[in-house]
């Protein structure tokens, strides 16, 4: 082997290595200033907080009530957000006498940015406790006459779900819409009722549906619309 040759090999011997350690970690490098890099350039970071009520609870006619909540950015990606509801009669009358309450706690990923609107995924664990009166009615066949059996209804629900949501911004107004799926477990009881409470004949009758005794687990898709304002 001629002495040009030998250099040649000796030196591709030691560049060989030094190349693929500084391509090892400019790699390294690279991924990890990546996501820094890309968010810093299109999120605003000044808005870390978010108060926000929910307008599809205002006109929930199942569950109505007013509910607010506080979301707290932790990181660029990675959010909390805690709600607390007041069970409350806001358009028309669909329960009578209602009283209770609702608290709401959501971790939330968001996984693409751009600097009016975030998309994320998100863990929302939900506990539920209303009571109201409703009423039914019976036959009295020995004086011929119909009694009207008022009684109290008592319904409780603890639910977990996973949820697909995205937020918009407007200066500093807030858009958070998300919708998903999950279990919920409902309690439902009915306290000094004499006659029976039959299910609806109606499909659509979901107010008188929702008041049925049970106890137990179901499937449910939540959605939420959320109208907010960040700071």
Do not use: W
């Not at 609702?102 to 929302?124: A, C, Q, T, W």
């Not at 009615?137 to 004086?143: A, E, Y």
């Amino acid at each position: 082997m001629s002495y040009f040759a030998k250099v040649k090999q000796l030196k591709f011997s030691i560049e060989a290595p030094y190349k693929l350690f500084m391509l090892r970690h400019l790699f390294i490098f690279f991924i990890l200033a990546l996501p820094l890099t890309v968010s810093c350039q299109i999120i605003d970071t000044d808005y870390k907080n978010q108060i926000k009520v929910s307008a599809l609870r205002l006109i929930n006619i199942i569950n109505p009530g007013i509910e607010i909540s506080y979301e707290r950015f932790h990181k660029l990606y990675l959010s909390s957000e805690v709600s607390v509801g007041y069970a409350t009669n806001v358009i028309g009358k669909p329960h009578n006498h209602l009283k209770g309450y609702s608290i709401g706690f959501e971790e939330k990923y968001f996984v693409k940015m751009h600097p009016n609107s975030r998309k994320y995924f998100s863990l929302d664990f939900n506990c539920n406790n209303i009571n109201y009166e409703e009423t039914t009615s019976g036959r009295d066949t020995i004086n011929n006459v119909t009694i009207i059996d008022p009684f109290t209804v008592v319904r409780k629900s603890l639910s977990l779900s996973f949820r697909y949501g995205l937020q918009f911004y407007r200066k500093q107004f807030v858009l958070d819409l998300n919708i998903g799926a999950g279990m919920k477990y409902r309690n439902v009881k009915h306290h000094d009722r004499i006659f029976e409470y039959k299910r609806s004949p109606e499909p659509f009758d979901f107010i008188r549906n929702a008041n049925l005794e049970t106890n137990g687990f179901v499937f449910f898709l939540p959605v939420n619309i959320r109208l907010g304002y960040r700071f």
